[in-house]
């Protein structure tokens, strides 16, 4: 295998979700309560695959972003995609970001839920 081989698997992907929230701040307290609900499914679910880690969650401007990290975007899509789901805020989307934050020519791919 050549340096440039191990680059490549080792390279970090993503799995990006959004979801809209009732108001422009933060959400209320129940939409709150149902992430928290959801992130422990979700790390659950990707621990047990062993596809990645699920790195948490940011609130605000109204809406709730989930981030996920693994060697392979659609390997761990896959097995976050029924709780991502199951979340009942819409408008949402997902982006599968093929290749690390840093990198220029990381391609990515939305799927709206």
């Given amino acids: 295998m050549t340096d440039m081989d191990e680059a490549d698997t080792d390279a ?5 979700a959004r979801y ?3 108001d422009d701040g933060f959400g209320g307290q129940d939409q709150r309560a149902t992430v928290r609900q959801a992130e422990s499914l979700l790390t659950e679910a990707i621990e047990q695959a062993d596809v990645g880690e699920f790195d948490g969650h940011e609130f605000g401007g109204g809406e709730v972003v989930l981030y996920a990290y693994g060697p392979e975007a659609d390997a761990l899509f896959a097995v976050m995609e029924p709780v991502l789901h199951g979340l009942p805020f819409r408008p949402a989307h ?4 093929y290749g690390s934050v840093d990198d220029p020519s990381a391609s990515e791919h939305r799927i709206d839920l």
């Fill in 94 to 97: 997902v982006v599968l970001r």
């Fill in 20 to 22: 809209r929230l009732a």
């Fill in 12 to 16: 970090e992907q993503a799995v990006i």
